[in-house]
């Protein structure tokens, strides 16, 4: 993704709505209860370039618990527009 720790954790709310959620350094878990909860890793913020620009970058990784194929589709939409970014 083009964002940074910071930026991820400050729209993170925005991601996931009314479920709980807390953060541990690069360690995020999502707690929808009823035995469901997500696993969010970050990896180390790095830049691209590209051109002249100079692009935050970080890999994150999702891993979902006793979700349904439906519902972890759900969710990754949500999750995508959440961090979707206008632009041409």
Known sequence: MG???HEF??????????HHF??????VRVEEGHGKHI????????MRQIALM???ATE?????HGYSEAERKAFLEQFDRA??????
Do not use: M, N
Not at 9 to 18: C, D, K, N
Not at 60 to 64: K, Q, R
Not at 83 to 88: E, S, T
């Open 83 to 88: 961090y979707h970014r206008g632009g041409g």
């Open 60 to 64: 994150v990784t999702l891993s979902f």
């Open 9 to 18: 954790v400050r729209l993170l709310p925005r991601a996931v709505r009314s």
């Open 39 to 46: 696993d969010i890793e970050l990896g180390p913020e790095e």
């Open 22 to 27: 807390w953060v541990h350094d690069a360690h």
């Open 54 to 56: 100079r692009i935050a």
């Open 3 to 5: 964002i940074t720790h």
